[in-house]
Structure formats: C-alpha cells, structure tokens
C-alpha cells in the first residue's frame, strides 16, 4: 500500500490488513494534530461498488470509533458527492475506492474539512504510520457508526447538481446512460430525467467493472457505436467507478476526450484561470482565452496550483486529461451555479457539454470540433511492475544515445520534457509521452498527431517498443 496521484491504492487484501488500521489511525492523529478535528468530533465515510470496499469501509469506520470519534456512515456514492457533504459540514471524509484501476486492488482518499489532502499531508501521515508509536492492530470490538446519512448526501448531491442545470434545460435530449458498476450509474439516471432528459440506462452490470477514462477498450467504443445508432442517442455519458471522471460519447458513440470536456466546461463556468497537468493536450494555451498553468499528473497538484493562482480573484478551474473537473471558485451562469468544489467531478462537465451543444443548436460531435486541438490518444499497459516502469524511465534518463535509439522507429527526438514522465516532441512534431502511473502497476503512453488513426498508431507502437525492452 502507497499513496499515489490521488489516494492510498494496493491490493484489496493489503486494505483488509492491519495496514488499513495504521493509515486510518495516522489520518485521525495528523488531524487533530493540525486542529482539522477536535476529540470526539465526526468523520464521514462513504464507498465505491467493489466488492472489498464495505468490509474496508467497516474496518476504517471501526478504528475511527474506537479512537474517540463519531462515525458518519455515507454508504455508496461519488467521491465528489462525500466530500462536497462533509465539507458542508465541516468535517472530514475518507472515501473507499480505487477509482479505475482493477477490480482486486482498491484504494482510499482522505480528505481534510475544506480540500483533498495535499502531497505534505500525504507524507505527514506516512511518517506517522512508518513512526513506532502508532500501533497497526485491527479492531478486536465493532464499535459501528454514529449515524447513517446516505439518503441526506444524494439528496445535498442531488441538490447541487440540478442547481447547475436550468430548468428542463435537456428537454427532448435522448441519453444513453453506461451504467456498468459505476457509483453514480442510479444518480445519473435520476438526475439527467429530472431535467427534461429522455434516458435509457445501459449495460448495468452485478461485478465491477474497471473504466479508465483514458483507455476505453475498443469493443466498449464499438458497444457505444451501436447504442447510438439502435436507440437514436444525442450522447452516451457514465462516469469510472467512484464518478469523479466524466465519460461522454457523441450521437455517434464516438468518445469525446478528457482535454475537450475539461475545455467546454472551463468555458461554460467562465473561467479565467485553467489549471491542467503536462499529459493535457498541447494545444491547451492562452490563446484560447484561458490563462493556463501546467502541473505533475495528479489532482493534489493541480489543487494546489489553483490555490496559488486564485490569490488574485480571479475564476480558477483545474482539469485532468480524463476528464475530472476541479472548480475553484464559485461561478454563475443564466441563473444557474455552484459553490467551489476543489476535487474531481464527473457531474458537473456532464452537464455542461450537454447544455453547450444543446443551447448552441449543434450536435456533440460539431461542439467538439470546434475547439482547434490537436489529435490525441492515450492507452496503457496493465500489469506491468513499477520497478519495471521506474528501470525504464532510468534507463531513457541515462543519456540522449538511450533515448534516440529506443524510439528511432517512431522518430527523431527533437525536445524533451520530464515534468512528469518523459514527454517527447519529435522532428514530425508529433509527441509521445511515457509515464508510469501512480496508481496501479501500469505503464501509460499519451501520442498526439495529425489524425486519429496516426495519434492511434504513434501510442500503440510506442507502447510495443516498452514491451519489447529486456532492460
């Protein structure tokens, strides 16, 4: 178990572990030591719908009590939707899920009474698991919940995400929701009907289903092809399995990417300031009207950037290449709007591509295209160690001969860029870039080209060249 971009992540057998009671325990001790939490008050719990995270969620919920706490019991929904509650609050929250990655691994986010945790919280809280004093026995009592406030949190999520919509405002708007495993795939439904929506809810499935944004499978894209042309769609939306990464596919299944969505809604919400991470599109800058600041992969980064770059007033919004929308200041619009919401979103991009294509008479295919950015596509290499992936980026760090050679059968190497990962523009000026992910023991490539089909060829032939490395 480690933290990675965005939480504590490891095999679900580790988080059933006495490893679970130390970070648990070092959470509560870093907030009461920073006076986050005073002795006795509550924390808020909630989860995902994999099958380890109840039992995960218990034992969490178990330490906590047996510390002095009370236990608000938030059951299962978006990660957004626990954390805008808690924060309503003012309290703290930890969140069970391991968002996209697979099925047997799984994860927590901590958050403090107004933020997500940052990077020095992080390590705060690994030196105190890593420090003598904290004992990692599991509960020998079940001390339980204080409370159970599920219906309260969807109601407060509900609330919110129908306050930025006008009403009615998708009135005549078929929509495909793929609900697979996802947290939010009832919230959606309800919430897309309760403003004027005609939706079909799609593919719901017992077992979950790990859905990265960033590497949708091609016989899911194939799936969302023929619902559009079946049912008559005007879009697909779903969300990954704890829904703060937004999915949304055109009328004609085809998926509209991170870079896009994040761009629609930065425009929407009136944004003066755009935060977004180095594998973002790089056509994403100034000229679009935004002023644009770039980060390391990871929303504690982005946050934090929007907290530096917010000192002036200015509207600031941070989003990711997956589509995950981060609102740093309070925004209105047409008699809609909403209260910051420094963490990942899926609702509110969903939201706001459906009534920008709507309110401007154009099909989502059309507003897509509208924004002039360069092609991209990204995909990953599943189990593929981090030892693997950190001796891999050493070796391609070492010198240029290592770097030219291992990718001269894509191109020449013009310039370099190691923010995060090693991001590479060639003499074609195409780009690829290789990074290890955070969360999971995966490799991910990101390519940017002239077209789809080369976007397409440049990821997949980059990652055959890490498959083929014996280093």
Same mark, same amino acid.
């Given at each position: 178990?480690?933290?990675?971009?965005?939480?504590?992540?490891?095999?679900?057998?580790?988080?059933?572990?006495?490893?679970?009671?130390?970070?648990?325990?070092?959470?509560?001790?870093?907030?009461?030591?920073?006076?986050?939490? $005073?002795? *006795?008050?509550?924390?808020?719990?909630?989860?995902?719908?994999?099958?380890?995270?109840?039992?995960?969620?218990a034992?969490?919920?178990?330490?906590?009590?047996?510390?002095?706490?009370? @236990? @608000?019991?938030?059951?299962?929904?978006?990660?957004?939707?626990?954390?805008?509650?808690?924060?309503?609050?003012?309290?703290?929250?930890?969140?069970?899920?391991?968002?996209?990655?697979p099925?047997?691994?799984?994860?927590?986010?901590?958050?403090?009474?107004?933020?997500?945790?940052?990077?020095?919280?992080?390590?705060?809280?690994?030196a105190?698991?890593?420090?003598?004093?904290?004992t990692? %026995?599991?509960?020998?009592?079940?001390?339980?919940?204080?409370?159970?406030?599920?219906?309260?949190?969807?109601?407060?999520?509900?609330?919110?995400?129908?306050?930025?919509?006008?009403?009615?405002?998708?009135?005549?708007?078929?929509?495909?929701?793929?609900?697979?495993?996802?947290?939010?795939?009832?919230?959606?439904?309800?919430?897309?009907?309760?403003?004027?929506?005609? @939706?079909? /809810?799609?593919?719901?499935?017992?077992?979950?289903?790990?859905?990265?944004?960033?590497?949708?499978?091609? %016989?899911?894209?194939?799936?969302?092809?023929?619902?559009?042309?079946?049912?008559?769609?005007?879009?697909?939306?779903?969300?990954d399995?704890?829904?703060?990464?937004?999915?949304?596919?055109?009328?004609?299944?085809?998926?509209?990417?991170?870079?896009?969505?994040?761009?629609?809604?930065?425009?929407?919400?009136? +944004?003066?300031?755009?935060?977004?991470?180095?594998?973002?599109?790089? *056509?994403?800058?100034?000229?679009?009207?935004? %002023?644009?600041?770039?980060?390391?992969?990871?929303?504690?980064?982005?946050?934090?950037?929007?907290?530096?770059t917010?000192m002036?007033?200015?509207?600031?919004?941070?989003?990711?290449?997956?589509?995950?929308?981060?609102?740093?200041?309070?925004?209105?619009?047409?008699?809609?709007g909403?209260?910051?919401?420094?963490?990942?979103?899926?609702?509110?991009?969903?939201?706001?591509?459906?009534?920008?294509? $709507?309110?401007?008479?154009?099909?989502?295919?059309?507003?897509?295209?509208?924004? /002039?950015? /360069?092609?991209?596509?990204?995909?990953?290499l599943?189990?593929?160690?981090?030892?693997?992936?950190?001796?891999?980026?050493?070796?391609?760090?070492?010198?240029?001969?290592?770097?030219?050679?291992?990718?001269? /059968?894509?191109? %020449?190497?013009?310039?370099?860029?190691r923010?995060?990962?090693?991001?590479v523009?060639?003499?074609?000026?195409?780009?690829?870039?290789?990074?290890?992910?955070?969360?999971?023991?995966?490799?991910?490539?990101?390519?940017?080209?002239?077209?789809?089909?080369?976007?397409?060829?440049l990821? +997949?032939?980059?990652?055959?060249?890490?498959?083929?490395?014996?280093?």
């Amino acid at each position: 178990m480690k933290f990675g971009t965005s939480g504590l992540r490891g095999l679900a057998t580790d988080l059933l572990s006495p490893q679970t009671a130390a970070y648990t325990k070092a959470f509560a001790r870093y907030l009461l030591e920073i006076g986050a939490l $005073r002795p *006795g008050g509550r924390i808020f719990i909630g989860r995902d719908l994999r099958a380890s995270s109840p039992a995960i969620s218990a034992l969490s919920a178990n330490v906590l009590s047996g510390m002095g706490l009370n @236990v @608000v019991d938030c059951g299962a929904l978006p990660t957004p939707a626990l954390a805008g509650y808690a924060w309503s609050h003012g309290a703290a929250a930890l969140m069970v899920t391991g968002s996209h990655i697979p099925a047997e691994r799984n994860g927590i986010k901590f958050f403090l009474p107004d933020a997500e945790i940052g990077k020095s919280d992080e390590a705060a809280i690994t030196a105190m698991v890593e420090a003598p004093r904290v004992t990692d %026995e599991l509960p020998t009592r079940n001390y339980g919940f204080i409370a159970h406030e599920e219906a309260k949190a969807h109601r407060w999520y509900l609330d919110r995400s129908r306050g930025l919509a006008t009403k009615n405002a998708l009135s005549g708007v078929k929509i495909g929701v793929y609900q697979h495993s996802s947290v939010a795939r009832d919230f959606l439904v309800e919430l897309l009907e309760s403003l004027g929506a005609s @939706v079909m /809810p799609l593919a719901r499935t017992p077992y979950f289903i790990a859905v990265d944004t960033e590497a949708i499978p091609a %016989e899911t894209i194939e799936m969302f092809s023929s619902w559009a042309g079946e049912y008559g769609l005007d879009a697909i939306v779903s969300a990954d399995g704890d829904a703060d990464r937004p999915l949304i596919a055109d009328e004609n299944g085809v998926q509209l990417r991170g870079d896009i969505i994040g761009l629609v809604t930065a425009w929407w919400v009136g +944004a003066d300031i755009v935060v977004t991470p180095i594998t973002s599109n790089s *056509g994403i800058h100034s000229g679009l009207g935004f %002023e644009v600041v770039r980060t390391r992969v990871g929303s504690p980064f982005v946050i934090s950037a929007m907290r530096e770059t917010a000192m002036d007033g200015r509207k600031v919004v941070g989003f990711e290449a997956n589509g995950g929308f981060m609102l740093g200041s309070s925004f209105q619009r047409n008699g809609t709007g909403g209260s910051a919401l420094p963490t990942r979103d899926a609702i509110l991009p969903i939201l706001a591509v459906l009534q920008s294509a $709507r309110q401007s008479g154009v099909a989502l295919s059309v507003l897509a295209k509208s924004w /002039p950015l /360069p092609v991209c596509a990204s995909d990953r290499l599943e189990h593929f160690p981090a030892e693997q992936s950190q001796a891999l980026m050493e070796h391609l760090s070492s010198g240029n001969t290592a770097l030219r050679d291992f990718l001269s /059968p894509l191109g %020449e190497v013009v310039t370099l860029d190691r923010t995060d990962g090693l991001r590479v523009t060639l003499s074609s000026g195409e780009i690829v870039h290789l990074r290890p992910s955070g969360n999971a023991p995966e490799l991910r490539c990101y390519a940017e080209a002239s077209t789809p089909a080369e976007a397409q060829s440049l990821v +997949a032939r980059a990652l055959d060249r890490v498959r083929s490395w014996n280093g």
